[in-house]
């Protein structure tokens, strides 16, 4: 991952966002788990074990993340990310199709599912 980072200031330097997108893509792409899921706890996305671990690995990953804020200095993501089935679903199916110019894509769902749980901490909204 440090190879590929997609980011120019590198990985250090990388939002918790950019770097569990990162991370979400790369193992969605590297597809490491070839056992399908029970299709009683997940139904018609059994086969999709990869990208719903990689969601699920990412979601841990970014309760209790710190952002630093030039302004405001470090913040704590303090609410985990909470999505309806529905959501989930459609996230899950998205994610099958992941490339690597999608990281920033990704990385902004993840931003903007943590910031809409934490909006004392999201940046000013102005647009």
Same mark, same amino acid.
């Given at each position: 991952? /440090?190879?590929?980072?997609?980011?120019?200031?590198?990985?250090?330097?990388?939002?918790?966002?950019?770097?569990?997108?990162?991370?979400?893509?790369?193992?969605?792409?590297?597809?490491?788990?070839?056992?399908?899921?029970?299709?009683?706890?997940?139904?018609?996305? $059994?086969?999709?074990?990869?990208?719903?671990?990689?969601?699920?690995?990412?979601?841990?990953?970014?309760?209790? $993340?710190?952002?630093?804020?030039?302004?405001?200095?470090?913040?704590?993501?303090?609410?985990?990310?909470?999505?309806?089935?529905?959501?989930?679903?459609?996230?899950?199916?998205?994610?099958?199709?992941?490339?690597?110019?999608?990281?920033?894509?990704?990385?902004?769902? /993840?931003?903007?599912?943590? /910031?809409?749980?934490?909006?004392?901490?999201?940046?000013?909204?102005?647009?």
């Amino acid at each position: 991952m /440090y190879r590929d980072f997609p980011f120019q200031m590198g990985i250090e330097e990388a939002s918790p966002f950019k770097k569990v997108a990162a991370f979400t893509v790369n193992f969605v792409k590297q597809r490491p788990i070839m056992s399908h899921l029970p299709h009683s706890r997940v139904g018609d996305l $059994a086969d999709h074990q990869n990208e719903i671990l990689a969601f699920d690995v990412s979601r841990d990953a970014l309760f209790g $993340a710190k952002i630093t804020c030039p302004r405001r200095g470090e913040l704590v993501l303090e609410k985990r990310i909470i999505i309806s089935l529905h959501y989930w679903r459609d996230l899950i199916a998205a994610l099958s199709t992941v490339t690597d110019g999608d990281v920033n894509h990704v990385a902004l769902i /993840y931003e903007a599912l943590v /910031y809409n749980l934490n909006p004392n901490i999201s940046y000013e909204r102005v647009i």
